[in-house]
């Protein structure tokens, strides 16, 4: 026997393998049919469902600590803090995609964002937002919203876990767009 033969063989059931769990990935994220379906950590590296939001409207957003928009922390929280007793929360997703403005580890990020920001609402544990490496969830969102083009991305998720919109990072969080957008999905 061969053992370059082998070899070949054994390299081509890595890249099958390979193939089918990308596929499999990727269906995963178009067949689901909502946000509550995929689970992510949080910034302290514990499991944290989406479901657990079951019921609110949800913005979601691809953030970073050495952008341009990062000030836009200060907007995002002040949201949160203006809407959260009418049901809506704030979820913060670190992502190192562009210009590396994300370079630090999750307890870093974690740092930052309390003693400059004092953000209170729930962050998740850093993601890839887009590339082959994308995590599931935004695999779902961008396939019903657009690709994210730079960091402070907004998608706006209704009660029902569905995408209502998506805003760019230029978007600031007291536009009265997006304020105008998050009351209206808070009053259905």
Known sequence: MNPGG???HH?????????????????????ASDIYEFTLNSI???????????????LLVNV???????????????LYRKYKDRGLVVLGFPANNFGGQEPGTNEEIKTFCKTKYDVTFPMYA???????DQAPLYRFLTE?????????????V????????????????DSPE???????????
């Open 126 to 132: 850093k993601v890839s937002v887009k590339g082959s």
């Open 6 to 8: 082998f070899r070949a």
């Open 64 to 78: 970073a600590s050495r952008c341009g928009y990062t000030p836009q922390y200060s907007g995002l929280e002040a």
């Open 44 to 58: 302290d590296g514990k499991p944290a469902p989406l479901a657990e939001y079951r019921g609110k409207v949800v």
């Open 144 to 156: 019903k919203g657009g690709e994210v083009k730079w960091n402070f991305t907004k998608f706006l």
């Open 11 to 31: 390299c081509g059931m890595k890249y099958s393998s390979f193939l089918l769990g990308a596929m499999i990935m990727a269906t995963g994220a178009l067949a």
């Open 178 to 188: 997006l304020n105008s957008a998050i009351e209206k999905a808070l009053g259905q």
């Open 158 to 173: 209704g009660k029902d876990g569905t995408l209502i919109r998506k805003f760019g990072s230029g978007e600031k969080p």
